[in-house]
């Protein structure tokens, strides 16, 4: 049974999930009045670090082993991953403190604002290596 095909299909929902969440994000705090945003980038938050989660685990687990340059790109792409998971993962666990804490209106909130920031940075970083793998490779193709 080749399960490779599973990660393609999961790759694309941490990309746009995280993407579209760092985007809600920035306007919640640029229109601070609007209360839809500040929910909506939040469980666009958890999606993202569940999404993050299974696209690094069916990469590791479902993807084939590769030599030389491509290889060499895998492993970046998987560098990548990995932080992208752990800072969302971090993210998600400091801004549900804070929300259990009473204390997401505190300007601990621009913690877990740099740290969507930086999982919005890899994840392009992600997507575009592995873009780069399938087109530049053939893998998977």
């Known amino acids: 049974m080749n399960l490779a095909h599973i990660h393609p299909m999961i790759v694309h929902f941490p990309i746009a999930l995280i993407l579209f969440g760092f985007l809600a994000e920035v306007l919640s705090h640029i229109l601070k009045k609007e209360n839809w945003l500040i929910k909506a ?3 666009l938050m958890m999606a993202g670090t569940l999404a993050a989660i299974m696209g690094y685990l069916t990469g590791e687990y479902f993807t084939q082993e590769l ?3 491509a290889g060499e790109l895998k492993e970046k792409h998987e560098l990548f ?3 992208t998971m752990y800072v ?3 993210a998600s666990a400091f801004r549900l403190w804070l929300l259990y804490s009473h204390k997401s ?3 601990l909130k621009w913690i877990v604002f740099t740290l969507f920031l930086v999982a919005a940075t890899t994840i392009g970083i992600v997507g575009f290596l592995g ?3 399938v087109y530049n490779y053939m893998i998977g193709i």
Do not use: D, V
């Open 81 to 83: 991953a990995k932080i």
């Open 88 to 90: 969302m993962i971090a």
């Open 105 to 107: 209106e505190t300007n």
């Open 41 to 43: 980038a939040f469980w």
């Open 131 to 133: 873009g780069s793998l």
């Open 67 to 69: 030599t030389g340059e």
